[in-house]
């Protein structure tokens, strides 16, 4: 028997979807790192995603309320952000975000501000992560 270290994320999401997943499937999320992640105080990131499989957005939902963000399943106009899945920029919900004028980010955005933190005020890291 191998002996797999995952992350309490990889366990709340095995339990939302009732079975056990592969922590490969998003290693950066499902296999400890050396960086802890940032709770993001007085922060209005209201954050929907495209692209993803349910597993996965499951996972960001999790992820995103763990470190103080509202996860969306839909956008609306109090939306700030949309994260894209490469090859998933001719999505519907990507077409709406432009509509509404929200960031569209790569999911290296939240990886970068659960690291990093994020300010209120038109972080260089969103235009840094656009797609």
Request: proline share 7%; with cysteine.
């Amino acid at each position: 028997c191998d002996l797999i270290i995952v992350t309490p994320l990889w366990l709340q999401t095995c339990i939302s979807m009732q079975r056990i997943l592969d922590p490969n499937l998003m290693p950066k999320l499902f296999i400890p790192c050396p960086w802890p992640l940032k709770k993001l105080y007085e922060t209005n990131l209201r954050v929907s995603v495209t692209g993803f499989s349910p597993t996965e957005q499951m996972a960001l939902a999790i992820l995103m309320k763990h470190c103080g963000m509202s996860y969306l399943t839909d956008l609306d106009k109090t939306s700030t952000h949309l994260i894209c899945k490469m090859g998933h920029t001719a999505s519907p919900k990507v077409h709406q975000a432009r509509e509404l004028g929200l960031k569209i980010v790569s999911i290296d955005w939240l990886y970068y501000i659960i690291q990093n933190g994020y300010a209120n005020e038109e972080p260089e890291c969103d235009g840094k992560f656009a797609v």
